[in-house]
């Protein structure tokens, strides 16, 4: 599903094209093109109608799943959920309301991206972007900022009470503040300037977060708000260091959609992970997922923890390395390499180029300054993958594999082989020839 301000029809089959080449070449000019726009923020019910049904429904990261299936720091976060909803008052009713009445919608299904465990609910405060070069819109959550957090499994009295805050003051004051602009808050600008400044838009996001943090501030005075509240509102993003990641997120999640009218070629659209399995979705094979067991991420861990307690690979912030940033392009942000236990600059710029090799093209509206001003590799083309043996390489945080506890550190995980097999072996059913 495409959620849309009126869709701008680009729809092509294979039959469209003289190559998968050719049809790569279509996908990745429709990735590229896209404009992302930051338009409002409002509770979630009220921009997506699956969470506006009366039912009990949680949206969560990655390709489809059961409650059973789950991680436990997944599970943990939909505790939190059904304690903020107020449809449960204490951690095991709560568990048994999830488990027994509560229906799981994948996020990618509603045209969102929620990161780690990417539990949303209706009452959340939700981010709404639209893409202005092709009308579709996609969603996210606020950022909560670090430690425990609902996003890493947490639930207690303080991860609800700050949900409520989102809820009240910090989404409805970012909603007056955007109101006050010509149309939104344009982040394509602001991505390709962080790029320059040092992130990569996925584990670092300290410059964007604070050129957001400057450009709103403005708004919020414009926008009459009590004083109190833009103080706090201020506050909050000037020490939310990765506030901006989950912006970045609806930004590349609706910049890769409309590339899924494209029905045609070897390029990834989606990658998220459940905790469980991993998902690709493929320009040419619509919207099936292929999955495959999700690897455990390793890395640099807080004091007090290490590899042994790390949960599995989970979250849709894989859409970044779908539209070619966070571990694609680590080499922009050289500063964070030793944060993520993946050495300096040389080996940083080792990974960009080993992940180029994976790739149809790159975005020339995101050029790297440590990679001589090539723009971000873009288009992860599933039958290079399948030939060299190099599956993308993902920045992530890691969470606890035990509930409530948060998270324990940052690393990098690599996306399992399987589900690219599974899905050349797709494309060559799709397309009736050896597409290898």
Partial sequence: MTHSENLTDISRTIDDFDSITDANKAVVDVMTAGQPV??????????????????????????????GHMPETIKGACIGAALFEGWADDEDSARRVVAEQVRLIPCHHVGAVGPMGGITSAH??????????????????LNEGIGKVLRFGGYDAEVIERLGWMRDVLGPALSAALATTDGGYPLAPVMARALTMGDEMHQRNIAASALFAKDMAPLLARAGLPGHTVAEVSDFLARTDQFFLNVAMA????????????????????????????????????????????????????????????????????????????????????????????????????????????VTAHNPNMPIPTWNFQGAPTGIDIRLVVQTGITPIINSGIASKHPGVGQIGAGTVRAP??????AVEALAEVYGVDVS
């Fill in 38 to 67: 930051l338009v409002d923020v409002a509770r979630a019910h009220t921009l997506i109608p699956e969470l506006d049904t009366g039912e009990k429904v949680l949206l969560h990261a990655g390709p489809p799943i059961d409650f």
């Fill in 124 to 141: 959340m405060a939700l981010m709404k972007v639209v893409n202005t070069t092709y009308g579709n819109v996609s969603y996210s959550t």
């Fill in 417 to 422: 082989m399987g589900c690219f097999t599974r």
């Fill in 251 to 358: 930004a590349s999640k609706a910049c890769a959609d409309p590339a899924r009218q494209v029905r045609a070629g070897s390029v990834v659209t989606a990658m998220c992970r459940n905790g469980y399995e991993f998902g690709i979705r493929v320009s040419g094979l619509g919207d099936r997922w292929f999955t495959a067991p999700v690897n455990t991420p390793s890395g640099l861990f807080f004091t007090g923890y290490d590899q042994s307690q790390a949960a599995p690979d989970m979250g849709d912030s894989a859409i970044m390395e779908t539209f070619g940033l966070g571990g694609m392009s680590i080499v922009a942000a050289p500063g964070v390499t030793p944060f993520l236990g993946a050495g300096g600059f040389s080996e940083a710029l080792a990974t960009t180029e080993e992940m180029a090799e994976v």
